[in-house]
């Protein structure tokens, strides 16, 4: 489950598709969306760790839906440090993700996240090791804290709220 996630230890990311699915399943009520979608930008911390702190019931429906896609889980992710130590500083805690093995014959990285469905994350990491990458999910209490954090921000230089663009596909 999502447990109370602590919004300053993983990341924003978040995908298109996995909202999308949040709102026809009416998993969570769009204020509720819209609102873990704001916090998580204003604060460039992950949606699904915002969303289990100001919500919890509503990230444990969530990660229920992401669990009838039937993708592989990661039990217990213990990140790769060799693989960590090949990225950017902060880009897998922005990313939301945490890089545990590598496949020795055919070089295949595979990496547990929230959001199994953000290809962008994978895409992102394959370009900077220049593997293949597999997702696999992991709620997210798994993955908070894994990784070292990002680099810190200057909050003061970011807008006070982020303001909401009306979206009638929302």
């Known amino acids: 489950g999502c447990g109370r996630g602590d919004p300053g230890r993983t990341s924003p990311a978040v995908t298109i598709e ?78 939301g993700l945490v890089p545990v093995s590598q496949d020795p014959t055919t070089g295949e990285v595979i990496a547990a996240t929230a959001d199994p469905l953000d290809a962008h994350a994978a895409e992102e990491l394959a370009y900077h090791l220049g593997e293949p990458v597999v997702l696999l999910r992991a709620p997210v209490e798994r993955i908070a804290g894994k990784l070292p954090p990002a680099p810190s921000v200057d909050l003061s230089t970011r807008p006070e709220r982020v303001v909401p663009v009306a979206d009638p596909e929302l």
């Open 18 to 95: 996995l909202v999308h699915r949040v709102l026809v399943a009416g998993v969570a009520p769009r204020d509720v969306i819209v609102e873990a979608l704001l916090e998580s930008v204003r604060w460039r911390r992950p949606f699904l760790a915002v969303l289990a702190a100001l919500r919890p019931e509503v990230c444990r429906l969530l990660e229920r839906e992401v669990e009838r896609l039937g993708l592989p889980e990661a039990e217990a992710p213990v990140p790769d440090l060799a693989l960590v130590a090949r990225c950017p500083p902060g880009m897998l805690e922005v990313l």
